[in-house]
């Protein structure tokens, strides 16, 4: 067993992990290759991590393979991406099944190529009753996109008489968005050596703790995933407390 893995204390194992995979694009052209040849072996990757979370007991996986502002980059580029999606997806739908794993998405689909809408439909029906790791796509997603979409549903209802405005509160809110069935993430790891969130998960990511690292999506795996893991189990959450509080609480636990 990895020595890293034996440091992971599977007790405080982080429910929620979230990572916004990038670097696909400088590792393929660190090889000389176009960058689609780096967004292809960014699915080893997810296949590899995905595996680890289910088998360390992760709860929910969010990755953020898509943003909102990707759609601005070249048609070759985004043309190359929704057919790997579709690929990847029709590839991998009976594995993620036989692995209990759920797969969910995020994001605005109507931004996504009917072929590929129909695709992600299709596996999302196929995993709705798996119980296991919960596997959350964002696909065209972005954190402003979904908040200005939250705020257009609650004055809806408000308009429609359904809600009172003096009711709503923070858990009203967290309905709204497109995230309202899942904890927030308690560990947000970017790779590629960008210090950003680009727009992810700006609500969620409000007491997440932050992991940055150089390596390059396509040549991440579990063993640094496990890297990320122990260091955020070393770190101390104090969720605006002071240092004394969070030590007194855990010795009365
Ligand atoms: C992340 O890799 C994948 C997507 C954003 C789709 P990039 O394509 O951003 O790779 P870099 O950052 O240009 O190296
Ligand atoms: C963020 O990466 C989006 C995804 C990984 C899907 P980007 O590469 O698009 O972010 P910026 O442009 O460097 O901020
Ligand atoms: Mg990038």
Redesign the pocket.
Known sequence: MSQLLEKIDKSRLPRHIAI???GNGRWAKEQGQDRLFGHFHGVESVRNIVEGCAELGVEYLTL????T??WDRPEYEVMGLMELLVSTIRKEVESLDKNNIRLHVIGDMQMLPESARAELKEALDFTKDNTGLQLIMALSYSGRWELLNAVKNIAKEVKAGHLDPEQIDQNTLQQFLCTGDFPDPELMIRTSG?Y?I?N?LLYQLAYAELYFTNVRWPDFRKENLYEAIVDFQGRERRYGKTSDQITESTVNQ
């Open positions: 916004i995979m990038d953020y393979a898509f943003s502002e990707n960008e950003r680009s992810f």
